[in-house]
Nanobody, 125 residues
């Protein structure tokens, strides 16, 4: 099993930056694809970014390319999401997720087995 705890959310003005962190417990972290998703009020949960087990490969949703960066530290069991040039439309609850059984990229939320409780990001205009 993997337990995930997000932190780093908050209120920021448009154009600002935030760094989200996700701390994972469990021995399978370095064998897990790790992803970030978000969900705005009244909308479905959507893919933001994911990173491979080694950290060498990353994938991003088009709407965050060039603004967000996902990274991981397998020695510390953490995955981070650096968010720059934030926009009001980035306002959402951000979730960290883990996929342990497969070794290929997926952006489908239903493929990820473990989820954190979420952290709120609010971007004011």
């Amino acid at each position: 099993q993997v337990q995930l705890v997000e932190s780093g959310g908050g209120l920021v003005q448009a154009g600002g930056s935030l760094r989200l962190s996700c701390a994972a417990s469990g021995r399978t972290f370095n064998r897990s694809f790790m992803g970030w998703f978000r969900q705005a009020p009244g909308k479905e949960r959507e893919f933001v970014a994911t990173i491979s087990r080694s950290g060498l490969n990353t994938w991003y949703a088009d709407f965050v390319k060039g603004r967000f960066t996902i990274s991981r530290d397998n020695a510390k069991n953490t995955v981070s999401l650096q968010m720059n040039t934030l926009k009001p439309e980035d306002t959402a609850v951000y979730y960290c997720a883990a996929l342990t059984y497969d070794n290929s990229f997926t952006s489908r939320a239903s493929d990820y087995e473990y989820w954190g409780q979420g952290t709120q990001v609010t971007v004011s205009s």
